[in-house]
């Protein structure tokens, strides 16, 4: 697609339900982010992707967060018994894998989640 | 701790004048710095990068200057204008990691 896609774009959930936010990267895009937006933060980074592996959950704060990408394009992040910290807005982003000579590795974001936890 | 943070949390300027946004990092060892753009229910927009043995870059309506003697980033808007408003973060790329590391952003607000 043209762009990095996300649904839902709004979720309220009770605490202590599982959710699961969906993000479609740019078709092409070898690798997948996901940050975690805090109200008035900076986008906090949870875990990437190349192709299917996860090749970095370093920043997922507890085991209650799973990210998946089996088949290297779609991927899910499932948070399981959400707690009212789990509020923020998901941000999912996509980008090819080879750095454009003399660039940075640049970042396209979907308009994210925004997760709401009662 | 490592970290990338901005000196003012927000910055209000008239349409037609410059902005400057500036921005601190405290880890060396980064490859890149970015400017992204977020405007109120969007994701970040990349506006520009600078590669770190660099000390200015150029790109339309928008300059960022790097001092690496201080730790200093800075991104500096000519000409605001008010589709400028937004928050704006920098953001700390090491090619050895794949990801970003975003400060805390700053809101530009500009009056007509």
């Known amino acids: 697609g043209a762009g990095v896609s996300q649904s839902p774009r709004y979720k309220v959930a009770k605490r202590g339900q599982d959710v699961a936010l969906r993000c479609d990267p740019i078709s092409g895009h070898v690798s997948l982010f996901w940050y975690q937006q805090a109200l008035g933060q900076g986008p906090e980074f949870l875990t990437y992707?190349?192709?299917?592996?996860?090749?970095?959950k370093s920043g997922l704060p507890s085991d209650r967060f799973f990210a998946e990408r089996p088949e290297g394009s779609v991927s899910t992040l499932k948070i399981q018994r959400t707690q009212q910290e789990d509020s923020a807005v998901y941000l999912c982003a996509s980008s090819l894998r080879e750095r454009p000579r003399g660039g940075a590795n640049v970042l396209t974001f979907g308009a994210g989640s925004r997760l709401t936890v009662l | 701790g490592e970290s990338v943070g901005l000196h003012l949390p927000t910055l209000s300027v008239q349409e037609g004048d410059n902005s400057i946004i500036n921005c601190a990092y405290s880890?060396?060892?980064?490859?890149?710095f970015i400017w992204y753009k977020q405007e109120s229910g969007k994701g970040p927009q990349f506006i520009i990068d600078?590669?770190?043995?660099?000390d200015k870059r150029q790109g339309q309506r928008v300059t960022v200057l790097l001092n690496k003697t201080v730790k200093h980033l800075s991104l500096q808007i000519a000409a605001t204008q008010p589709g400028d408003s937004a928050v704006y973060f920098c953001?700390?790329?090491?090619?050895?990691?794949?990801?970003?590391?975003f400060g805390q952003g700053t809101t530009l607000q500009v009056k007509p």
């Open positions: 880890n060396s060892a980064s490859d890149y």
């Open positions: 992707f190349q192709n299917e592996a996860q090749l970095d």
């Open positions: 953001a700390e790329d090491r090619s050895n990691t794949g990801k970003l590391i």
């Open positions: 600078i590669r770190s043995n660099m």
